[in-house]
Protein backbone atom coordinates (compact mmCIF):
# COMPACT_ATOMS: atom_id res chain seq x y z
CA UNK A 1 0.00 0.00 0.00
CA UNK A 2 1.26 3.74 -0.84
CA UNK A 3 0.42 5.70 1.90
CA UNK A 4 -0.05 9.82 1.79
CA UNK A 5 2.52 9.67 4.48
CA UNK A 6 5.27 7.75 2.10
CA UNK A 7 4.33 10.10 -1.21
CA UNK A 8 4.85 13.23 0.79
CA UNK A 9 8.22 11.96 2.37
CA UNK A 10 9.27 10.42 -1.12
CA UNK A 11 8.50 13.97 -2.35
CA UNK A 12 10.71 15.58 0.22
CA UNK A 13 12.90 13.78 -0.93
CA UNK A 14 12.99 14.80 -4.53
CA UNK A 15 13.70 18.50 -2.73
CA UNK A 16 16.79 17.17 -1.17
CA UNK A 17 18.06 15.66 -4.50
CA UNK A 18 17.15 18.59 -6.40
CA UNK A 19 18.84 20.51 -3.24
CA UNK A 20 22.10 18.46 -4.12
CA UNK A 21 21.72 18.47 -8.03
CA UNK A 22 21.93 22.71 -7.42
CA UNK A 23 24.78 22.64 -4.89
CA UNK A 24 26.70 20.78 -6.97
CA UNK A 25 26.20 23.16 -10.46
CA UNK A 26 27.12 25.99 -7.34
CA UNK A 27 30.41 23.84 -6.93
CA UNK A 28 31.41 23.44 -10.25
CA UNK A 29 30.95 26.97 -11.27
CA UNK A 30 33.14 27.71 -8.12
CA UNK A 31 35.84 25.50 -9.82
CA UNK A 32 35.06 27.29 -13.26
CA UNK A 33 36.23 30.60 -11.30
CA UNK A 34 39.62 29.63 -10.13
CA UNK A 35 40.66 27.44 -13.25
CA UNK A 36 40.40 23.92 -11.60
CA UNK A 37 38.26 22.38 -14.96
CA UNK A 38 38.48 19.19 -14.27
CA UNK A 39 37.02 19.52 -10.94
CA UNK A 40 34.65 21.63 -12.40
CA UNK A 41 33.92 18.75 -14.49
CA UNK A 42 33.37 16.01 -12.12
CA UNK A 43 30.88 18.39 -10.18
CA UNK A 44 29.24 18.98 -13.05
CA UNK A 45 28.39 15.63 -13.54
CA UNK A 46 27.88 14.71 -9.92
CA UNK A 47 25.15 17.41 -10.32
CA UNK A 48 23.67 15.64 -13.53
CA UNK A 49 23.73 12.22 -11.20
CA UNK A 50 21.93 14.49 -8.72
CA UNK A 51 19.08 15.40 -10.98
CA UNK A 52 18.78 11.85 -12.54
CA UNK A 53 18.16 10.51 -8.73
CA UNK A 54 15.44 13.37 -8.66
CA UNK A 55 13.74 11.75 -11.60
CA UNK A 56 13.89 8.10 -10.12
CA UNK A 57 11.47 9.75 -7.60
CA UNK A 58 9.58 11.59 -9.57
CA UNK A 59 8.45 8.51 -11.73
CA UNK A 60 8.58 6.56 -8.95
CA UNK A 61 5.84 8.47 -7.04
CA UNK A 62 4.16 8.69 -10.59
CA UNK A 63 4.19 4.53 -11.30
CA UNK A 64 2.79 4.38 -7.57
CA UNK A 65 -0.70 6.51 -8.57
CA UNK A 66 0.72 9.40 -6.69
CA UNK A 67 1.51 13.09 -7.43
CA UNK A 68 4.75 14.68 -7.28
CA UNK A 69 4.82 18.15 -5.63
CA UNK A 70 8.13 19.63 -6.42
CA UNK A 71 8.68 22.03 -2.95
CA UNK A 72 10.68 24.93 -2.28
CA UNK A 73 14.51 24.27 -2.30
CA UNK A 74 16.67 26.39 -1.44
CA UNK A 75 19.62 28.69 -2.29
CA UNK A 76 23.34 26.65 -2.67
CA UNK A 77 25.99 28.33 -1.19
CA UNK A 78 28.65 29.85 -4.08
CA UNK A 79 31.71 30.36 -2.38
CA UNK A 80 34.02 27.78 -0.39
CA UNK A 81 37.83 28.54 1.19
CA UNK A 82 39.37 25.96 -1.47
CA UNK A 83 38.69 22.72 -2.95
CA UNK A 84 39.54 20.68 0.49
CA UNK A 85 36.71 22.50 1.78
CA UNK A 86 34.26 21.97 -0.79
CA UNK A 87 34.79 17.88 -0.86
CA UNK A 88 34.85 17.88 3.02
CA UNK A 89 31.28 19.63 2.50
CA UNK A 90 30.43 17.28 -0.06
CA UNK A 91 31.42 14.35 2.19
CA UNK A 92 29.03 15.71 4.89
CA UNK A 93 26.04 16.14 2.79
CA UNK A 94 26.16 12.92 1.45
CA UNK A 95 26.30 11.43 4.77
CA UNK A 96 22.99 13.24 5.43
CA UNK A 97 21.27 12.15 2.23
CA UNK A 98 22.66 8.26 3.23
CA UNK A 99 20.51 9.05 6.60
CA UNK A 100 17.50 10.65 4.81
CA UNK A 101 17.16 7.43 2.63
CA UNK A 102 17.97 5.06 5.45
CA UNK A 103 15.00 6.74 7.14
CA UNK A 104 12.83 6.70 4.34
CA UNK A 105 13.71 2.72 4.34
CA UNK A 106 12.69 2.26 8.03
CA UNK A 107 9.01 4.28 7.24
CA UNK A 108 8.57 1.89 3.92
CA UNK A 109 8.92 -0.91 6.89
CA UNK A 110 7.46 0.45 9.32
CA UNK A 111 3.96 0.90 6.73
CA UNK A 112 5.01 -2.67 5.06
CA UNK A 113 5.29 -1.02 1.66
CA UNK A 114 7.98 -3.53 0.56
CA UNK A 115 8.05 -2.07 -2.97
CA UNK A 116 9.23 0.96 -1.89
CA UNK A 117 11.28 -0.59 0.41
CA UNK A 118 12.29 -2.26 -2.72
CA UNK A 119 12.68 1.00 -4.65
CA UNK A 120 14.92 2.39 -2.12
CA UNK A 121 17.46 -0.22 -1.98
CA UNK A 122 19.13 0.97 -5.17
CA UNK A 123 19.50 4.12 -3.61
CA UNK A 124 20.92 2.21 -0.46
CA UNK A 125 23.55 1.19 -2.97
CA UNK A 126 24.21 4.09 -4.24
CA UNK A 127 24.84 5.81 -1.80
CA UNK A 128 27.96 3.40 -0.84
CA UNK A 129 29.14 4.16 -4.12
CA UNK A 130 29.12 8.04 -3.77
CA UNK A 131 30.28 8.29 -0.36
CA UNK A 132 33.13 5.89 -1.41
CA UNK A 133 33.73 8.34 -4.58
CA UNK A 134 33.54 11.67 -2.09
CA UNK A 135 36.25 9.84 0.10
CA UNK A 136 38.40 9.10 -2.56
CA UNK A 137 38.85 12.61 -4.06
CA UNK A 138 39.04 14.42 -0.79
CA UNK A 139 41.53 11.56 0.74
CA UNK A 140 43.64 12.29 -2.51
CA UNK A 141 43.50 16.35 -1.81
CA UNK A 142 44.55 15.67 1.71
CA UNK A 143 47.60 13.94 0.45
CA UNK A 144 48.85 16.53 -1.58
CA UNK A 145 47.34 19.11 0.67
CA UNK A 146 44.77 20.34 -1.80
CA UNK A 147 47.60 22.54 -3.85
CA UNK A 148 50.88 22.14 -5.55
CA UNK A 149 51.72 20.05 -9.14
CA UNK A 150 49.42 17.72 -7.32
CA UNK A 151 46.43 19.61 -7.69
CA UNK A 152 47.53 19.76 -11.51
CA UNK A 153 47.66 16.10 -12.35
CA UNK A 154 44.23 15.29 -9.99
CA UNK A 155 42.86 18.36 -11.78
CA UNK A 156 43.84 16.36 -15.18
CA UNK A 157 42.38 12.55 -13.73
CA UNK A 158 38.95 14.65 -13.04
CA UNK A 159 38.57 15.97 -16.72
CA UNK A 160 38.45 12.23 -17.74
CA UNK A 161 34.76 11.50 -15.57
CA UNK A 162 31.53 11.00 -17.76
CA UNK A 163 27.57 10.87 -17.13
CA UNK A 164 26.35 7.44 -17.26
CA UNK A 165 22.75 7.69 -17.41
CA UNK A 166 20.75 5.70 -14.61
CA UNK A 167 17.98 3.57 -15.48
CA UNK A 168 14.77 4.87 -14.37
CA UNK A 169 11.35 3.26 -15.08
CA UNK A 170 10.47 5.11 -18.14
FE1 LIG B 1 21.40 11.58 -4.64
FE2 LIG B 1 24.30 12.08 -3.83
O1 LIG B 1 22.62 11.57 -3.33
Given at each position: ????????????????????????????????????????????????????????????????????????????????????????????????????????????????????????????????EEEANVSDVLEQL?????????????????????????????
Amino acid sequence: MFTKKMEADLNDQIVREMFSSNLYLSMSSYFESINLRGFANWMRIQAEEEFAHTMKFYEYILERGGRSIIGQINAPKNQWDDVLDVYGEVLAHEREVTESINNLVRIAREEGDYATENFLQWFVAEQVEEEANVSDVLEQLKMIDGKGAGLFILDRELKQRVFVPIATTK
